[in-house]
Each structure stands twice: as structure tokens, then as C-alpha cells.
């Protein structure tokens, strides 16, 4: 399992830096996306796959003495998600603002007419 989550991680760092080498703004943020998943995922994968308990205590317990998953990673992961959510949805309509503007996606199409005449 860990061999395959290793490849996937491989795979989806060496996509997006592909497309964040691009020149649309398009592909900029799908790369940027596809690194924010391969980090989940390393995340995930630092964090030890242990199939086991939730880590309560019972209240009899002093001490937990099973074998616990560790909720650390997953809340990490689940926060990095929401926020890579939020920053997306920002940078949609954003892009979609940039396009309606200029009529283009190109980086190298959105300087500004004082940079151009140098």
C-alpha cells in the first residue's frame, strides 16, 4: 500500500511542477492544485496507515494500551483540505475576472501597456 501511495505522490509532484512550468494560468492552478493533493498525501502517508482504534481513553483506564490510528495527520490533511478549497474557488474567479478583462489566459500577455513599450 505505502509503494503505491509512493508512486501516486511521485506522479502528482511531478504533474503539477509540468503544468505550473506552463505558460496559461489554467494550467498554473491546476498545478498548483495537483501539488496540494501529492502534499495530502505525503501527509497522510508520514503519518503512518495503522488500522486500529480511535485514540478515548475509557474511564476506567489510565492509560490507552491498544493499538491507535493518530488523528494529528488526518486533522492536518483535513484543514489543508478546506483551506486549499477556499483558495481555489478565489483563484476561479479570480482567473475568470483576469480572462473577461483581457480576453486571454496567457502569462505572457498581461503586462501592462507601459512595460510593453521597453
Known amino acids: 500500500m505505502e509503494l503505491v501511495l509512493v508512486l501516486l505522490i511521485g506522479i502528482l509532484y511531478a504533474a503539477g511542477i509540468y503544468l505550473i512550468l506552463r505558460r496559461s494560468m489554467v494550467k498554473l492552478l491546476l498545478g498548483i ?3 496540494g493533493n501529492g502534499t495530502n498525501i505525503l501527509i497522510f502517508l508520514l503519518g503512518n496507515i495503522i488500522k486500529g482504534k480511535p485514540p478515548i481513553i475509557g474511564p476506567d483506564l489510565k492509560v490507552f494500551t491498544d493499538i491507535y490510528a493518530d488523528p494529528i495527520p488526518q486533522a492536518l490533511i483535513l484543514t489543508a483540505i478546506v483551506i486549499s478549497f477556499g483558495l481555489t474557488s478565489f ?14 489566459d496567457d502569462l505572457d500577455d498581461l503586462n501592462t501597456p507601459e512595460e510593453e513599450d521597453i
Do not use: N, S, W
Open 91 to 104: 483563484a476561479i474567479v479570480l482567473l475568470k475576472r483576469v480572462y473577461a478583462l483581457l480576453g486571454t
Open 33 to 35: 492544485m495537483l501539488l
